[in-house]
Structures are given as structure tokens and as C-alpha cells.
């Protein structure tokens, strides 16, 4: 299975008809530095005046990088999206399509064909901006040694006097007394 699809016959059908389909794609999906691999889902097609919206359940594994220790770790994500698609060429009659344009829309291939990697790539890496810690209590780095906290604790001071936050801390303090 790929993440391809002949829609020819649905557009040849009436308005509010639909097709359901289960995906299942052939290879990682590249974000980036990122990838989400085991992408899988199901996907219903539906004929409108304007072209087809695909309403899209997709689930996947995210391979990040956790951005407070810097290590790899995968995280698994479910997501449900609607995108449209619009022709580029009129079924019916071979000629370019005259719907008025929607930039927002991704195009129905030449062939008939919706090809729904791009909208999955774009709602992965909306998902993976979601998940930026490998773990919510994440210790992060020693910002003075740079031992990964999580697993090889060191014995540094804590550098706190360095902290913006301590001067901010401050500013509050003031206007709480005003
Ligand atoms: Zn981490
Ligand atoms: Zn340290």
C-alpha cells in the first residue's frame, strides 16, 4: 500500500459520494532531521463542488530529538486532519480545471491521483512540535560539565547566579511591592 490514490471514479461521481481506504507508507516519512515511521491510518475521500476533501486518521512513530538533553527517543502520535484537494484538470471534458483557486488546497495530480505525503509530512511535523522533551521532568544537560542529568548525575554547583530568570525574578518582586 502506498499513500497514493486514483480518485477518477469518485470525481466522476456525484457530489457527496465518498471512498474509504486504509494507507500504509512504504517508508519513513522525512521531517526534516525528523522522520515518522509505521505510518498508517484510514482516509475518506468525499466528491464536493470544489474537489475532494479527505478526511485523514493517521497514527505513526515520531523519531525526535529531545531538545533539553539532546538524546534520540520515539514517541507515538494519533492525529485526524481534513485537507481538500482540487483538480488541475476537469474530468469531464480533459481541459484545466476552472475552479477558482484556493491556495490553501492541494492539487489532484494530472492523472487523477492524490498523493496524501505532503499533508501527512506538514500534520507530522505539527505533531512533533508538540512533543519537544523526551520526558516532562527532563533534566537536561549540566550546563557546566554537560553530563546528561537524566542518567549520569555530576556534582557541579548549580550555576544559578548566571540565570536570567533570577534577574526577571526580580523585576516581579519590585512591581509586587508597588
Ligand atoms: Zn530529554
Ligand atoms: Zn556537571
New binding site residues.
Partial sequence: MSLQFNVSQLLKSGIGQSRAYEFEADEPLVLGEESASDVHGHVRFMLTNFGIVANVDAHGLLHLNCSRCLEPFSSPVDMTFTEEYQPTIDIATGLPATTPHNDSAFEISQNHTIDLSEALRQHFVLAEEMIPVCREDCKGL?P??G?NLNTDP?A?PPAQEESPFLALQGLFADRDTE
Fill in positions: 549540566c557546566t560539565c553530563n555530576c557541579c
